[in-house]
């Protein structure tokens, strides 16, 4: 059986985590290879021995990891070399300095694989709108997680009180217009937990400070926060991966969202786009769903694996790696 090895150097619980738990776990994707999580460095992703047929990377993609990423080729020559996209995207390109730059440091690392995979179409339309990638070599594979856990967590409370954003304190994630915009709602009643670390902190703090309905918190599990939360908020300026507002309408959450990259694929019932990122629509947004009282149906969990599943089977047995009745070997130096 084919052996297939993701590598990584994320040390949180966060999305990536999950994903690459998710691969390693399900039945279906395990019936026809073997996945293995390989915790390396951004910057010498070479400096590991890997016997698989298949390297996938889910690095950040800079232009201090080239090197790494080239001697990672070069010590695999015969391997099949797959690299998932899980930070740029168009919303993240526009906020470059340089996008010049990027786009060239972005086409030299994608001709390093055989293969790239997007999270999202709108992430694989601008990867080819911008001839980052040779169009036969890329495809749209969703990510998905574990989400029994949060299939099972108590309904949300009706009508909704308590708000919750959860991810990392940085301009990407839009907690600093949620502020302003939760600060214009009137509702005494209402609440607003921000769950994350990051540069942002201490300003998110600061702008907080004046309204003692709003609270920010540091890191912890989505679940944790979605187990306080009625409803959640992703004012996101960009957003490759869908997999924060999926876990929330699993758990029966209603999702505020901004539409932008991944986001905009978003669909069913629960769910509430505010593309225009200002402080008007999103206070607007937020009094309305605080008025909300009746409940959302939850996304069905066994449906949600479905696109990933197949999404991963259809594109390994198109590179050839179908499963043996030899068992390959694995090891990591």
Same mark, same amino acid.
């Given at each position: 059986?084919?052996?297939?090895?993701?590598?990584?150097?994320?040390?949180?619980?966060?999305?990536?985590?999950?994903?690459?738990?998710?691969?390693?776990?399900?039945?279906?994707?395990?019936?026809?290879?073997?996945?293995?999580?390989?915790?390396?460095?951004?910057?010498?992703?070479?400096?590991?021995?890997?016997?698989?047929?298949?390297?996938?990377?889910?690095?950040?993609?800079?232009?201090?990891?080239?090197?790494?990423?080239?001697?990672?080729?070069?010590?695999?020559?015969?391997?099949?070399?797959?690299?998932?996209?899980?930070?740029?995207?168009?919303?993240?390109?526009?906020?470059?300095?340089?996008?010049?730059?990027?786009?060239?440091?972005?086409?030299?690392?994608?001709?390093?694989?055989?293969?790239?995979?997007?999270?999202?179409?709108?992430?694989?339309?601008?990867?080819?709108?911008?001839?980052?990638?040779?169009?036969?070599?890329?495809?749209?594979?969703?990510? %998905?997680?574990?989400?029994?856990?949060?299939?099972?967590?108590?309904?949300?409370? %009706?009508?909704?009180?308590?708000?919750?954003?959860?991810?990392?304190?940085?301009?990407?994630?839009?907690?600093?217009?949620?502020?302003?915009?939760?600060?214009?709602?009137?509702?005494?009643?209402?609440?607003?937990?921000?769950?994350?670390?990051?540069?942002?902190?201490?300003?998110?703090?600061?702008?907080?400070?004046?309204?003692?309905?709003?609270?920010?918190?540091?890191?912890?599990?989505?679940?944790?926060?979605?187990?306080?939360?009625?409803?959640?908020?992703?004012?996101?300026?960009?957003?490759?991966?869908?997999?924060?507002?999926?876990?929330?309408?699993?758990?029966?959450?209603?999702?505020?969202?901004?539409?932008?990259?991944?986001?905009?694929?978003?669909?069913?019932?629960?769910?509430?786009?505010?593309?225009?990122?200002?402080?008007?629509?999103?206070?607007?947004?937020?009094?309305?769903?605080?008025?909300?009282?009746?409940?959302?149906?939850?996304?069905?969990?066994?449906?949600?694996?479905?696109?990933?599943?197949?999404?991963?089977?259809?594109?390994?047995?198109?590179?050839? %790696?179908?499963?043996?009745?030899?068992?390959?070997?694995?090891?990591?130096?």
């Amino acid at each position: 059986m084919p052996r297939i090895a993701h590598l990584h150097d994320d040390h949180t619980s966060g999305d990536l985590s999950r994903y690459l738990a998710f691969l390693g776990r399900d039945a279906a994707l395990g019936a026809t290879a073997e996945h293995h999580a390989v915790r390396v460095s951004r910057f010498a992703a070479g400096a590991v021995s890997l016997r698989a047929e298949v390297i996938v990377s889910h690095l950040p993609l800079r232009l201090q990891s080239l090197p790494g990423l080239m001697a990672l080729r070069a010590r695999h020559p015969r391997a099949t070399l797959i690299h998932v996209e899980h930070l740029h995207c168009e919303g993240s390109a526009a906020a470059a300095r340089n996008r010049g730059r990027q786009r060239a440091i972005l086409r030299s690392a994608y001709a390093l694989f055989n293969h790239v995979v997007a999270l999202s179409t709108p992430q694989a339309n601008w990867m080819r709108r911008h001839a980052l990638v040779n169009p036969g070599q890329l495809s749209v594979i969703p990510p %998905c997680a574990d989400l029994a856990p949060f299939a099972a967590l108590p309904d949300p409370r %009706c009508p909704v009180r308590h708000i919750a954003a959860i991810g990392r304190l940085h301009r990407q994630s839009g907690l600093d217009m949620l502020i302003e915009a939760f600060s214009v709602v009137s509702n005494p009643d209402a609440r607003l937990d921000i769950f994350g670390d990051g540069p942002q902190r201490g300003e998110l703090r600061a702008l907080a400070r004046h309204d003692l309905r709003i609270r920010v918190h540091g890191s912890t599990t989505r679940l944790a926060a979605l187990r306080r939360a009625d409803a959640i908020a992703i004012p996101a300026r960009w957003q490759p991966s869908p997999l924060a507002a999926q876990e929330a309408l699993a758990a029966g959450r209603r999702v505020l969202h901004s539409g932008r990259d991944s986001l905009s694929e978003l669909q069913g019932p629960g769910l509430v786009t505010v593309a225009d990122l200002s402080v008007a629509a999103w206070s607007r947004a937020l009094s309305d769903v605080l008025a909300e009282t009746d409940s959302v149906p939850r996304l069905a969990v066994a449906g949600a694996r479905e696109p990933t599943v197949q999404g991963w089977q259809a594109l390994l047995g198109r590179l050839g %790696c179908r499963k043996t009745a030899k068992s390959s070997t694995f090891a990591t130096i």
